[in-house]
Each structure stands twice: as C-alpha cells, then as structure tokens.
C-alpha cells in the first residue's frame, strides 16, 4: 500500500512511500527505477521512478496495482 508520494514535474519524478521504516539500501532495477528496502525488514519501503513523462513499467515493482492507479491518477502512461 502507497502511504505517501510525491510527483516532481520538473525533475520527471516520482516517489512512493510504502512503509515508515528506514531506508537500508536503493537497488536499482534499471535506470528508471529503483527500489528502497527497509533497514530492518529487508522488504520495499519506498519506489522511486525517474523519466516518467515518456511512461512507466511497472513489472516486478512491488504493489503493482496500486502503482498502476496512482499513475494514471496523475496522468503518467503506463508501458508494459
């Protein structure tokens, strides 16, 4: 579940809070995305996805749907 986010137009961004917990480690999936795990859990705390104005994939990001939805809600294509 999306907790938070924030969508930086300028920057061509967006961030999704998942969780509250600490950030241990960012592994980048690609170029475009990359996933923040929670120090203490080892689960995805946080999804950041950069270049999102040429559209977004959303394969092996962590609630998908959801992702999905608040993507469209601000009018960010989804390629899959």
């Known amino acids: 579940m999306i907790i938070n986010y924030k969508h930086d137009k300028e920057a061509d961004a967006i961030y ?3 969780t509250k917990e600490k950030i241990g480690v960012s592994r980048e999936l690609d170029e475009d995305r990359v996933l923040d795990i929670g120090l203490f ?7 950041e996805l ?16 959801d992702v999905k939805k608040l993507l469209i809600d601000n009018g960010i294509k989804i390629n899959e």
């Open 41 to 47: 859990s080892g689960e995805p705390v946080g999804i």
């Open 50 to 65: 950069l270049n999102v104005s040429g559209g977004v994939r959303v394969d092996y990001l962590p609630c998908k749907q």
């Open 16 to 18: 999704m809070q998942l």
